[in-house]
């Protein structure tokens, strides 16, 4: 799916800004029809939740209603005219005027409205989008909706972090040629010196099809015509971790000698690959260092916004990471195209989270009842998940800093159940994409001899809290937890291994001469027991902290004001172990971890 961009025959129109804001309980009409009725406004892109000082906004279940006007260029007679929703949490209805124009479900991908015919080029309409925050067991990430003795509906959902909802992304208008380029595939290779992009265009009808490649200063290095090719690339520069090069790729719809439409795409030339236990970027081993991730600060809630996004990565640079989970939904585009551009390395991870009642269960990992059943992930749930797949690869498919699909957060890989519900989504994911490695985060209770599912993947991505909510600030016994498990993983499966998430909750300003729990030094001590262990076996190829930043989390009493795990606080300050994690990843203690020098 190709992201809307300004080009010689496209046009974009940012609908970003304050609009009028409602939610359905405190509507006179429902159905909702016309001008809404409100005193409110929010900001898009943001979350609702945390703008307004009225707990019915922030904890509403159900729909909660955008509105503005928008007017559409007098020029785009001869064009489409469409809508693009970054993304809608989690799920949306669109209207021009009163007329239901568009649907979509799933919170993190982005959908197309065509407007064609609806409206007129230099004509308005009022734009209406209803958002609904809910989460079943046939959405992803799944939930449930319950109604208490109040009468009133609330939401519970299966993961920690909070469930913010609304317009968190960008929404555009955009105008595209009637005849146009509707998607371009690329997959990068090298051999010695020569570099290759395959690449594969679809248009919207019969239409020639011309690409060029140009260098980052603009020279042309490979010219073809034809919607599926090969462009050579002679003494081509690699993308490379840390070192970011990328290439212009110009895609022309031409009839008639004329070109109709133009659309352009940065390309990356990098290759992945697992080979025995390595995990290999363009043809060399590489490790892993970063977080965890989440979309989250305060005000925005999972809001997306650039000045965060670009202290965010700073500060990345800043300790040493070189990757980021996308935990535990797909990021804001923007996100990944800024990691294209600084080569850092991204693992994309989709919104399947909390498909796992064992943690429900809590820390005896019984659960209530089976996962994969009718009552929770069933054939709709499955379903979601698929579909999610498919637009999510959609979109990322391009991007060279993704490197792996990891397609669920911590499932119940160890339940009856899990092989039948995960076989045919790894299926569809290397359908979709033959070129990356595939990997789900593996739940503590998923040990290496219950897993029933690790067969069908690539890389061993563990997330393994031994220290914390096991052998509480018990480093000792911790460690030799942590040993046997990953030694376990090694002899069962050998792949690569991971460690995707591991942390520790610290209150900044607590300290401690002891190993306690809260403390900053805890926190810092707890890191380097796990390193300790991951650099005793060859088999590590990464170590991904969680996480980068404390987060804000449903309420709790396993919590106080979010989760605190962070490296950084909330606001981004560092806590004492972000200094000497800084020390390990830049090499500043002796050897960088994952080189041999
Ligand atoms: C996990 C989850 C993550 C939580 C984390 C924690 O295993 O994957 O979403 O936030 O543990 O801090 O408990």
Redesign the pocket.
Known sequence: MLKPTSTSTRELVSLDGVWRFAIDSRLPDQPWHGPLDTPLEAAVPASYNDLFADPEIRDHVGWVYYQREVRVPRGWGEDETLLRFDAATHAARVYVDDRLVGEHIGGYTPFDVNLTGIVPAGGSFRLTVAVSGELTNETVPPGKIEVGIDGRRRQTYF???YNYAGLARSVWLYSRPRTHVEDVTVVTGFAGTAGSVDYRIVTSGAIDVRVRLADARGNIVAEATGPVGTLTVADVVLWRPGAAYLYDLTVEAVSDGVVVDSYSLPVGVRTVEVRGHEFLINDEPFYFTGFGKHEDSPVRGKGHDDAFMVHDFQLMEWIGANSFRT??YPYAEEVLEFADRHGIVVIDETAA?GLNMGVVGGMSGTPPFPTFSEQYANAATQEAHAQHLRELIARDKNHPCVVMWCIA??PASNEEGALEYFEPLVTLTRELDPTRPVTY?L?MFATFQNDKIIDLFDVVSM?RYYGWYIATADLALAEMYLQGDIQGWIDRTGKPIMMT?Y?ADTQPGVHSIWDAAWTEEYQRDYLAMNHRVFDRFPQFVGEQV?NFADFATSNGIHRVEG?K?GIFTRDRKPKTAAHSLRRRWLGLDGRKPGTTD
């Open positions: 993961h920690d972090f935990s535990h989270v957060n911590e985060s739940v997330n998430e942390g969680w989760n795990k």
